[in-house]
């Protein structure tokens, strides 16, 4: 049986997906007096280490889903790819208050989706053209116009499922990657920068944005989050009512995400949803009065939201690939570790992951300032460092 207002020192979250926001989030959680379950397919995953129980299966075995569902007063994700079979059926049984609903999973799990619906909203996106599964990916392409991404309909991330064309010569390499895939093709943006917002909001409507921040992506992947954002104080208005207005649309009970492009002539475009905590988010933890992560906590447990100031003037959050534990040569080697906490402005966080692989995402570090740009300047400096 579900409660409206799920108390901490007695509550019991269950969280689907078991990486590093799942462990994050649990640690928020369990700070706060939650007892934290985790229902991961693969065992030994970074959320499960840290948390009270660990489920091994896969989202679509019902009957273990269910049992886990029975042991948690609410459930949510760290992630946005679980199949929202079980979730709809999870939902019609009432076993557990499902914070967002697996609807929004649904609308923000596959592209087409997605855009369809920031299209019908009436909420600003760059124009785009869906292709069926085995459809005429050249068609499409002549729709939008060149230059235009080609995009998997279901789940990409981090660049993956994606192809910039810029000439016609390109469209004959497109139709044969996606071929027989359902996909979007959408106008390319030519951007002064991205941005993102997080957004809480409760079950009683109450909402929260934290500040925009500045997103710089290397080889697809976020490199430095940078706050504030430099960008006009309008543009940060502007963005955080767009991001809240998503959020009500969508009639999110969580957290959610909302990535921008800012154009060069001064639009601003949505390119993507996340409903869970987000990469870009993690500066919160040591740079706002709340973190993203108990602030998810607070909001699917029905309990005031809270404060997302900044307590410091500026901070820039670091991404920390796998590519950091590997030599000039190929070698394996730590990261310098001692380096990057000898500044009293920096905070460090790993995932607990065993293996490093380039392209893997193994932790964050967090750098404080007096300004944007100092900080950056300091971010990169440290990161540079790790790598020799």
Same mark, same amino acid.
């Given at each position: ?64 889903? $269910? ?20 979730? +709809? ?13 697996? $609807? ?14 920031? +299209? ?15 459809? =005429?990916? %050249? ?18 991330? =981090?660049?993956?499922?994606? &192809? ?9 390499? %497109?139709? !044969?990657?996606?071929?027989?895939? !359902? ?8 951007? $002064? ?13 109450? %909402? +929260? ?66 409903? $869970? ?7 919160? &933890? ?11 906590? +607070? !909001? ?35 990261? =310098?570790?001692?380096?990057? &906490? ?5 905070? &460090? ?20 300032? !007096?300004? %944007? ?16």
């Amino acid at each position: 049986m579900t409660r409206e207002c799920i108390l901490p020192g007695s509550g019991r979250i269950g969280i689907l997906g078991g990486g590093q926001l799942g462990r994050m989030l649990a640690q928020a959680a369990q700070t706060l007096g939650f007892s934290v379950s985790v229902f991961e397919p693969q065992a030994g995953c970074p959320a499960g280490a840290v948390a009270h129980r660990e489920v091994n299966a896969p989202y679509t075995d019902w009957a273990q889903l $269910r049992d886990f569902a029975r042991g948690c007063d609410v459930l949510t994700y760290e992630f946005e790819n679980i199949p929202t079979g079980p979730l +709809r059926q999870l939902a019609a049984e009432g076993l557990a208050a499902l914070r967002p609903d697996w $609807r929004v999973l649904e609308i923000a799990q596959n592209r087409l989706r997605e855009k369809t619906w920031l +299209r019908e909203r009436g909420v600003p996106h760059a124009r785009f053209a869906s292709v069926a599964a085995g459809g =005429d990916l %050249a068609a499409a392409i002549r729709e939008v116009g060149l230059p235009c991404v080609v995009k998997t309909a279901d789940f990409g991330y =981090d660049g993956k499922g994606q &192809l910039k064309l810029q000439t016609q010569a390109d469209v004959a390499a %497109a139709a !044969a990657q996606f071929a027989g895939q !359902a996909a979007v093709v959408e106008q390319w943006v030519a951007f $002064r920068c991205e941005l993102s917002v997080v957004v809480a909001r409760g079950a009683d409507g109450q %909402a +929260r944005a934290f500040p925009v921040s500045e997103n710089v992506h290397t080889n697809h992947i976020l490199d430095y989050s940078i706050l504030p954002a430099r960008v006009p104080t309008e543009v940060q208005a502007r963005a955080e009512a767009l991001g809240l207005e998503v959020a009500e649309k969508l009639g999110v009970v969580g957290l959610i995400a909302v990535e921008l492009f800012l154009t060069e002539g001064g639009e601003l475009l949505v390119n993507e949803l996340a409903p $869970r905590t987000h990469n870009s988010g993690h500066y919160t &933890l040591d740079a706002c009065a709340t973190s993203q992560f108990e602030q998810q906590v +607070r !909001a699917i447990c029905g309990l005031p939201l809270g404060d997302t100031a900044l307590r410091a003037p500026a901070a820039v959050m670091g991404n920390l690939l796998g590519d950091l534990w590997f030599g000039p040569s190929g070698e394996r080697r730590d990261p =310098d570790w001692p380096l990057l &906490l000898a500044d009293p402005d920096v905070k &460090l966080h790993l995932y607990g992951k065993a293996e490093p692989r380039r392209g893997r995402k193994m932790g964050h570090f967090t750098v404080r300032g !007096a300004n %944007a740009d100092e900080a950056l300047a300091r971010a990169q400096s440290l990161k540079a460092a790790l790598r020799r």
